[in-house]
């Protein structure tokens, strides 16, 4: 079971967060010309080591959806059981502050003010999807428990103290 799921992910991940996150902005450089321009040292290796970090903030999140929600990241198939493990202990929107970073991180290594403007365009439509639909469904799907979690966990920074669902 665990093994179909992955694959679920795999699939959804290269699919959907592959094609916001390196296909898009790819795309975007290749249109401005800036794909072969790299920012110097200075900025390539924090670029480099916060895309790695939102990549594995990322991978991290969806290895909770399996394990601990028993679904994927796809909204078709999306967790059973409400996620409040690993990185959801602290912020109520880890995966998609992973796939931020990993698209700011695109803009400050290619230095390019064209990615900046695309990566707080789709911070603007994340904020808008959870807002107007993620929010209302798990609402409806967990009742009080995702209130609870709610009120404890913001919804964008980072928690003060570790969630605990007791």
Same mark, same amino acid.
């Given at each position: 079971m665990r093994v =179909?799921?992955? =694959?679920?992910?795999? #699939?959804?991940?290269?699919?959907?967060?592959?094609?916001?996150?390196i296909y898009l902005p790819f795309s975007i450089l290749d249109q401005s010309?800036? @794909?072969?321009? /790299?920012?110097? #040292?200075?900025?390539? &290796?924090?670029? @480099?080591?916060s895309f790695l970090v939102g990549f594995g903030i990322y991978i991290r999140c969806t290895w909770d959806f399996?394990?601990?929600g028993e679904g994927t990241p796809a909204p078709i198939d999306p967790p059973k059981t409400l996620?409040?493990?690993?990185?959801?202990?602290?912020?109520?929107?880890?995966m998609y @502050?992973? #796939? @931020? /970073?990993?698209? =700011?991180?695109?803009?400050?290594? &290619?230095?390019?003010? !064209?990615l900046s403007v695309y990566a707080a365009g789709i911070a603007v439509l994340f904020h808008l999807l959870v807002i &107007?639909? !993620?929010?209302? #469904?798990l609402?409806?799907?967990f009742g009080d428990d995702y209130a609870d979690f709610c009120r404890e966990v913001p919804r964008w920074g980072i928690a003060r103290r570790?969630?605990?669902?007791?």
């Open positions: =179909f799921l992955a =694959f679920k992910s795999i #699939i959804f991940s290269v699919l959907v967060p592959g094609t916001v996150a010309n800036r @794909l072969a321009s /790299v920012a110097e #040292i200075s900025y390539a &290796f924090p670029a @480099l080591v399996a394990v601990s996620v409040v493990s690993g990185l959801y202990r602290w912020t109520r929107n880890p @502050l992973g #796939i @931020l /970073v990993v698209l =700011f991180a695109e803009a400050m290594f &290619f230095l390019s003010r !064209e &107007f639909y !993620e929010e209302p #469904i609402l409806g799907q570790p969630y605990n669902a007791c």
